[in-house]
């Protein structure tokens, strides 16, 4: 088969492969309908994520058909139409019982880490993929759900909603505050509303980004650029700031605006993949009751907002921006990687 494999930063090419195995009883071969990049894979190539070895195929999002099963899969048949969790979960360990399965022991590395899709294990970005604990990591696709909304399944809608909205803690009559209008900030956007969310504020510097915002359910665009977007969201507020402010941008400068916005008693949620140290003043943050959260998605949600994109609940293929068959991936990685000037938001491979 083919399949995008990394060879080291910088560089990656369209590849013959061999096809993949069942190598263990629970694993499923699935046909790769539909995938897509995320900001992730563009951090493997710059040398960012180490522990991804040369020779990977990179891609932890996909939407497929079952071919093969293991012997002891039960929950997926050969024919399904599936959606690939980012997150890989044996269902057992005592992370995936305690409903943390983004730490699940069983990985064939044993790191702890339940992404392993594109990481330490074979991804998405091909013509087939091994899926293993198929019973858990796939989840069977409803009859009128494309591929288009399925796909924002396996990674950005849980992400927006597990990391943003529930560690944030968000609840009814709540402003909320999103920093970074990318696809995962505005999964977030999307997504307040189910915890009750009264005002959606979203600041960006991007201003298609901010129209896009507003379409899946931001209340207030803020441009990011502008010198007193902290003094426009307090004027917003009564004078004290948002109830949660979510951070999803992953650099120092958007983490302490969060902190700026967020009101005494409120929640900072973390989403962004942060690749330098924060400096917190703790000696003035102390006194103000706020809570931090983060984490890596547990995909705990899942099946919860399946259901909301079946039932047209959840704007979700909104997001998609561009289409690319799978064997022109090396173009879409470049219309991703100028997102600034192509105004890209999730690019999609199809087969
Ligand atoms: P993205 O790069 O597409 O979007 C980031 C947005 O932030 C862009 O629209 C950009 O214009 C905006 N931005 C940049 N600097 C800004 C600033 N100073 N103020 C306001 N906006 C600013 O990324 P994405 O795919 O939406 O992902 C967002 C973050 O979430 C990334 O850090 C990503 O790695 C992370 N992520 C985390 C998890 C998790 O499990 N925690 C999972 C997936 C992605
Ligand atoms: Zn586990």
């Known amino acids: 088969m083919k399949a995008l494999v990394y ?6 090419s369209w590849d013959d492969v061999p096809d993949p195995v069942i190598l263990e009883s629970g ?7 539909t995938t897509t990049i995320c900001g992730t894979d563009l951090h493997i190539l710059k040398g960012d994520v180490p522990t991804v070895a040369e020779g990977r195929i990179l891609g932890h999002e996909g939407v497929g058909t079952v071919l093969e099963v293991g012997s002891s899969v039960r929950n997926v ?28 022991l069983a990985d064939e590395g044993a790191s702890g880490i339940g992404w392993i899709l594109g990481h330490l294990i074979d991804g998405t970005q091909a013509e087939m993929v091994r899926i293993p604990f198929a019973d858990n990591s796939l989840y069977t696709l409803p009859e009128g759900v494309p591929d288009d909304a399925a796909m924002l399944l396996s990674d950005i809608f849980p992400t927006g909603f597990e990391m943003g909205i529930e ?16 696809p995962v900030g505005l999964a977030a956007i999307a997504t307040a509303g189910l915890h009750g969310a009264a005002q959606v504020i ?11 915002a507003k379409q899946v359910g931001a209340t207030h665009c803020l441009n990011a650029g502008d010198p007193d977007v902290v003094a426009q969201v307090m004027a917003h507020t009564d004078g004290f700031g948002v109830d949660v402010a979510v951070e999803a941008v992953g650099v120092p400068a958007t983490f302490l605006m969060c902190v700026d916005l967020v009101r005494p008693g409120g929640n900072v949620a973390n989403v962004g993949v942060h690749g330098k140290a924060v400096e917190l003043d703790l000696q003035k943050l102390w006194i ?7 984490g890596l998605v547990n995909t705990t949600t899942l099946a919860m907002l399946l259901k909301l994109v ?16 799978l064997q022109d991936i090396e173009t879409a990685y470049e219309t991703f990687g100028n997102a600034a000037q192509t105004h890209a938001l999730k690019v999609l491979m199809a087969r």
């Open 7 to 12: 060879h080291g930063p910088g560089s990656k």
């Open 27 to 33: 694993d499923a071969i699935v046909r790769v309908d």
């Open 77 to 104: 048949k050969v024919g399904d139409r599936v959606i690939i969790a980012c997150i890989s979960s044996c269902g057992v360990c005592t992370y995936c019982r305690s409903a943390n399965p983004s730490h699940c």
């Open 167 to 182: 560690y944030g803690r968000v609840k009814p009559g709540d402003t909320v505050a999103v920093v970074g209008a990318g």
């Open 202 to 212: 979203a600041i960006d510097y991007d201003e298609n980004r901010l129209g896009v």
């Open 288 to 294: 103000q009751n706020i809570t931090i959260s983060m």
């Open 310 to 325: 079946a039932q047209h609940k959840l704007p979700a293929s909104e997001l998609v921006t561009h289409r690319f068959s």
